[in-house]
């Protein structure tokens, strides 16, 4: 009984931590449809494209690429055969679910309502609308969940997990900007997006799978 208390009591904390960053997206969201940081963007943007050297551009370009969603749905294709080679069918579950989700929301539902366009010109070929961003919000979400499973069978190491995700995403990130493909709100937006989604993948964890209750 205390055990089930303890994690009733816990998933009370994620819905009201999901609440909370619903409304940060909201109040976000607001602010950039009012124009308000269009100035903050156009900066940042053109003090990132003062330092602009070939070197680096290639540097973005590959790393740009790492966040396709081609990539992507590689290592998710990767990550489920392991993961059922493994048999560990319900965090496969999990993993389908979510990235597919996460992929509905962003490109069929949030981009064509906010319609957001790109900046111009890009140093690359991209379409498609920019708010929130695809590439931030679901190699977020993708590599966060990985992280979360490889900490709870190595503890010692999830830190470093987190961390090597983390930064692997804001290269992707500095990428998306350095080549003019996302203005920093997108990124931002992609953030708060990625983090809902992970949240939504350790709750449906825990619902499914009670080893993951108390992590």
């Given at each position: 009984?205390?055990?089930?208390?303890?994690?009733l009591s816990k998933f009370y904390k994620t819905f009201i931590i999901f609440l909370i960053t619903i409304t940060i997206f909201i109040s976000l969201t607001k602010i950039v449809i009012s124009?308000?940081?269009?100035?903050?963007?156009?900066?940042?943007?053109?003090?990132?494209?003062?330092?602009?050297?070939?070197?680096?551009?290639?540097?973005?370009?590959?790393?740009?690429?790492?966040?396709?969603?081609?990539?992507?749905?590689?290592?998710?294709?990767?990550?489920?055969?392991?993961?059922?080679?493994?048999?560990?069918?319900?965090?496969?579950?999990?993993?389908?679910?979510?990235?597919?989700?996460?992929?509905?929301?962003?490109?069929?539902?949030?981009?064509?309502?906010?319609?957001?366009?790109?900046?111009?010109?890009?140093?690359?070929?991209?379409?498609?609308?920019?708010?929130?961003?695809?590439?931030?919000?679901?190699?977020?979400?993708?590599?966060?969940?990985?992280?979360?499973?490889?900490?709870?069978?190595?503890?010692?190491?999830?830190?470093?997990?987190?961390?090597?995700?983390?930064?692997?995403?804001?290269?992707?990130?500095?990428?998306?900007?350095?080549?003019?493909?996302h203005w920093y709100t997108d990124l931002l937006a992609g953030i708060v997006v990625a983090f809902m989604g992970f949240l939504f993948c350790i709750t449906l964890l825990k619902f499914i799978?009670?080893?993951?209750?108390?992590?």
């Amino acid at each position: 009984m205390k055990l089930k208390k303890y994690s009733l009591s816990k998933f009370y904390k994620t819905f009201i931590i999901f609440l909370i960053t619903i409304t940060i997206f909201i109040s976000l969201t607001k602010i950039v449809i009012s124009g308000r940081l269009n100035t903050t963007d156009l900066t940042l943007v053109e003090w990132i494209h003062f330092y602009q050297h070939p070197i680096l551009t290639r540097i973005a370009k590959i790393f740009y690429f790492l966040g396709e969603s081609e990539v992507a749905a590689l290592v998710v294709i990767l990550g489920l055969g392991f993961l059922c080679w493994k048999f560990y069918w319900k965090e496969a579950q999990v993993l389908a679910i979510s990235t597919m989700g996460i992929l509905l929301v962003i490109d069929k539902i949030l981009k064509p309502w906010f319609g957001r366009i790109r900046p111009i010109p890009g140093l690359i070929d991209v379409h498609g609308k920019s708010y929130p961003s695809g590439h931030i919000s679901g190699n977020l979400m993708l590599y966060l969940y990985f992280s979360y499973l490889m900490g709870f069978y190595f503890p010692k190491w999830k830190t470093f997990f987190y961390t090597i995700s983390i930064l692997f995403v804001t290269t992707i990130g500095w990428s998306s900007i350095y080549l003019n493909i996302h203005w920093y709100t997108d990124l931002l937006a992609g953030i708060v997006v990625a983090f809902m989604g992970f949240l939504f993948c350790i709750t449906l964890l825990k619902f499914i799978n009670n080893k993951y209750l108390d992590f």
